[in-house]
């Protein structure tokens, strides 16, 4: 229960392996009845019976998958969420207690998703876009909310930052960080001339030129340390980030295990490795 791949009939049932056929293997698998599923948990809580987890791991991944979807817009590869979930649904059916008198999955939810939050946070920028507790809470809640690509008014930025119990301030810059990067200023004749298209404008509250260019260092200084750090790491380290997060074509777990004759696990912990020493590296050099 330790571990992510869930064997079945001798076959890896990996997410990024055949993401089509892990997706066809996983509906072949029966759901369970309530009364099937408080059977098969308490043998699973009193007696520790791993065949009864495995049941309850099968019947249960198909659940996953549209939690994993509906992150699809970070722009991350759908297998990799729903790995990251997956190991979320482990860690719930290891703590399910079934005399809580609830399914499975009502109570799995949870884990699911906060592991999946956290890969999120974790990988959407090498640099976290959301530190403290309060910023996790306004990331989401801002990707959640976005209907448009129209920039929140002063009264729908008062709403979130009252909601969340932050600043109208901390609503603004967690919005400027989402969406800045996203635009485009390269409009082709045929997009300037179309009616009723909203394009959101930077404006900054800084009209002073020193600071405009002061701003403009400072950026400039921690793209020069993110590429010191990146040449610090060792070149399978380097190559694994430049091609998961850095490239405009991303590579996914799957073809980089294959590249480096290891396991997606082994990919994701080197990866893991790579960004906290680069975090460390860019925290000691600002100091």
Known sequence: ????????????????????????????????????????????????????????VLSSLRYVVPIARSYSGYGLPLADLIQEGNIGLLKAIKRFDPKENVRLMTFAVHWIRAEINEFVIRNWRIVKTATTKAQRKLFFKLRGAKKSLEWLSDKDADTVAKDLGV???????????????????????????????HFPVLV??????????????????????????????????????????????????????????????????IEKQAMKKIKKRMEEAAA
């Open 1 to 56: 229960m330790n571990e992510l791949v869930v064997r079945n009939a001798g076959m890896d049932l990996v997410p990024g392996k055949n993401l089509d056929t892990y997706l066809r293997t996983i509906q072949s698998f029966p759901q369970l009845s309530a009364e099937q599923e408080r059977e098969l948990a308490e043998r699973y809580y009193y007696h520790k019976d791993m065949d009864a987890a495995r049941q309850l």
């Open 167 to 197: 600043t109208r301030k901390d609503v603004l810059e967690m919005e400027s960080r989402l969406y800045g990067r996203d635009l485009s200023v390269n409009l082709s004749p045929d997009e300037e001339e179309e009616e009723n298209t």
């Open 204 to 269: 900054s509250e800084e009209l002073d030129p020193e600071n405009a260019l002061a701003n403009e260092s400072e950026a400039e200084y921690q793209q020069k340390l993110m590429a010191k750090a990146l040449a610090e790491l060792d070149d399978r380290s380097r190559d694994i980030l430049q091609k998961r997060w850095l490239n405009d074509e991303k590579v996914g777990l799957k073809e980089l295990a294959e590249t480096y004759g290891v396991s997606m696990e082994r990919i994701r912990q």
